[in-house]
């Protein structure tokens, strides 16, 4: 079983930097596709980046440009790297891996999810 923690949410003004973190424990996962995803009230939970177990990126085009996905596989962490941060970024972040390795980061089933952290952008 896989354990992960969110961390680094918070308030910040619009065009600021935050760096969110995802500590998974339980096992390795340096070979999962792991993601972020964001949620507000009353809507679905969005996709925003994923990184393969080969340092590939995917990003929503929301936040292309502006944020930065990366890990260490020796920490066993995931990070978010959101610069230039507008309010509509406002939302809880969750950080998300797969169960089972794969090809490629489009192809990815996030089973093992965080409980969220919250990010709000104020104007």
């Known amino acids: 079983q896989v354990q992960l923690v969110e961390s680094g949410g918070g308030l910040v003004q619009a065009g600021g930097s935050l760096r969110l973190s995802c500590a998974a424990s339980?096992?390795?996962?340096?070979?999962?596709?792991m993601g972020w995803f964001r949620q507000v009230p009353g809507k679905e939970r969005e996709f925003v980046a994923g990184?393969?177990?080969?340092?590939?990126?995917d990003y929503a085009d929301s936040v292309k440009g502006r944020f930065t996905i990366s890990r260490d596989n020796a920490k066993n962490t995931m990070y978010l790297q959101m610069n230039s941060l507008k309010p509509e970024d406002t939302a809880v972040y969750y950080c998300?891996?797969?169960?089972?390795?794969?090809?490629?980061?489009?192809?990815?089933?996030?089973?093992?999810w965080g409980q969220g952290t919250q990010v709000t952008v104020s104007s």
């Open positions: 998300a891996a797969d169960r089972f390795w794969r090809a490629t980061i489009q192809r990815a089933e996030y089973y093992y």
């Open positions: 339980g096992r390795t996962i340096s070979d999962r596709i």
């Open positions: 990184i393969g177990s080969g340092f590939g990126t």
